[in-house]
T-cell receptor, first 113, second 113 residues
């Protein structure tokens, strides 16, 4: 296992379109996290899963955002009706429950034009 | 509420100089965890260190050292004899439960040859 994988690395979309990102965590990790990082800022927590259960969602996660982890393995993050303010790097991370510290993926950079 | 401040937005040093990156945090939790991550131009966040609130011992790992001072709510990071490969954005982060992190805004370090 080579780490946390995210796909695509870059996505350019027109305002109003829907986009979906995928994250494949480290296989033995049961926790998966999504963060958003805007230019010049630190990452901000969006949501996390333990196995397939979504345990916490940030207030940053508006109704246009939805995340799933249907089989407790990979996860998808969908943004509906994208807005220019959604332009950011979306980072995924995974960990083993009871550990303190994540392994991050390289992120998906979204540009909304 | 939890907050992490990294007052230095950008630092430039010449190779082989020592450099200290400052981190000040705020939390009401009695148990918490502090982290440093490195984000090179490729984008992934690389874990450097985790410290829990009960362990105030300073740590040294090669050219890296960390100074945790609970009395001043600071967790500073020093790179000794900096190298060009150290150029990156460095983030300090705080977690009360090890599940979601509050990141600082980051310090961009440029090490010039």
């Amino acid at each position: 296992d080579t780490g946390v994988s995210q796909d695509p690395r870059h996505k350019i979309t027109k305002r109003g379109q829907n986009v979906t990102f995928r994250c494949d965590p480290i296989s033995e990790h049961n926790r998966l996290y999504w963060y958003r990082q805007t230019l010049g800022q630190g990452p901000e927590f969006l949501t996390y899963f333990q196995n397939e259960a979504q345990l916490e969602k940030s207030r940053l996660l508006s109704d246009r955002f939805s995340a799933e982890r249907p089989k407790g393995s990979f996860s998808t993050l969908e943004i509906q009706r994208t807005e220019q303010g959604d332009s950011a790097m979306y980072l995924c991370a995974s960990s083993w429950a009871g550990s303190y510290g994540y392994t991050f993926g390289s992120g998906t950079r979204l540009t909304v034009v | 509420a939890q907050k992490v401040t990294q007052a230095q937005t950008e630092i430039s040093v010449v190779e082989k100089e020592d450099v200290t990156l400052d981190c000040v945090y705020e939390t009401r939790d009695t148990t918490y965890y502090l982290f440093w991550y490195k984000q090179p131009p490729s984008g992934e966040l690389v874990f450097l260190i985790r410290r829990n609130s009960f362990d105030e011992q300073n740590e040294i790992s090669g050219r890296y050292s960390w100074n945790f001072q609970k009395s001043t709510s600071s967790f500073n990071f020093t790179i000794t004899a900096s190298q060009v490969v150290d150029s990156a954005v460095y983030f300090c982060a705080l977690s009360g439960d090890g599940q979601n992190f509050v990141f600082g805004p980051g310090t961009r370090l440029s090490v010039l040859p």
